[in-house]
């Protein structure tokens, strides 16, 4: 336990992928040892292709690592929510019923899962549109779904890989005010992935800044700024600065 980040949820130990085809080996994520504790906002912050869903992909338990273990400490079993990279709705569900959908697979009582999307429908914004169908939907909107749809589970960490890089940069403001809303009301331990430095920034409380392919740890920053966070603030603006400097983002 560390004195100030909280308990140990989740144990990444010298974790590796590579990639074998007939020609060659294509290593993606080079050992890579991480703590994420219990209900911090985690951010990884790395570069295009370099391996960031690969390694959520091994978090979840969706691929075995090459090398290394993923251990969660509460009792070993993976239990996460997902929020694709792409939107991952079912284009002929409505609402309700995509984000019912995870309840529907285990079984839930009908009236129970419906009274559990119900709130998370009002907890994402989207009361009103339960019976609508995501082609009816802005983008912001399906990434909402995607959102109350990975919550439904009531998963222990919640992983998001760059939910709102598809975005317009106003809907990206106005959606990453909401993903804090949601995590002040229903605590949880966030994985979140992105590569635009500013979004880190402002929603972390730890950002891991990852290199290029094959992805490993080049640094890791708290982020002890007050939130709500203010874009144009100056310790912002020097903090976003530092890790400017010491990413291999091409800005
Ligand atoms: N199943 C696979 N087989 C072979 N190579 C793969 C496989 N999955 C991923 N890769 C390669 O691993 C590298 C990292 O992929 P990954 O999707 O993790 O990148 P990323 O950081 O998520 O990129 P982006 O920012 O574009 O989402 C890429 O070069 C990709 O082509
Ligand atoms: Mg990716």
């Known amino acids: 336990m560390d004195e100030q980040l909280g308990t140990i949820k989740v144990k990444l130990r010298n974790i590796s992928k590579s990639f074998y085809s007939r020609k060659e080996v294509f290593e993606a994520v080079d050992n890579i040892s991480i703590d994420v504790y219990e209900n911090e906002f985690l951010v990884l912050l790395g570069p295009g292709q370099c391996g960031k869903t690969v390694l959520l992909n091994m978090i979840s338990g969706l691929e075995s690592p090459t090398e290394g273990t993923v251990q969660f400490t509460d009792n070993n ?53 339960e019976n609508s169908l995501p082609k009816q939907l802005s983008g912001g909107m399906k990434q909402r779904v995607g959102i109350a749809r990975a919550y439904a589970n009531n998963p222990q960490v919640l992983l998001m890989d760059e939910p709102f890089g598809a975005l317009d940069a106003q809907t990206r403001y106005q959606m990453e005010e909401e993903v804090l809303r949601i995590w002040e009301q229903e605590k949880r331990t966030v994985i979140f992935v992105t590569n635009n430095i500013e979004e880190a920034v402002y929603l972390a409380d730890r950002v891991i800044v990852l290199s290029s392919c094959p992805a490993k740890v080049k640094e890791i920053y708290n982020i002890k700024l007050q939130r709500p966070r203010d874009y144009v603030n100056q310790d912002f603006l020097r903090l976003r600065e530092a890790i400017e400097k010491n990413t291999d983002l091409a800005l």
């Open 77 to 129: 079993a993976t239990d996460v929510g997902f929020v694709f990279q792409k939107t991952a709705v079912f284009p002929w569900k409505t609402v309700m019923e995509n984000v019912e959908l995870p309840l529907e697979l285990k079984k839930e009582d009908k009236t129970e899962r419906r009274k559990r999307a119900q709130y998370l429908i009002d907890l994402v914004g989207l009361n009103g549109f």
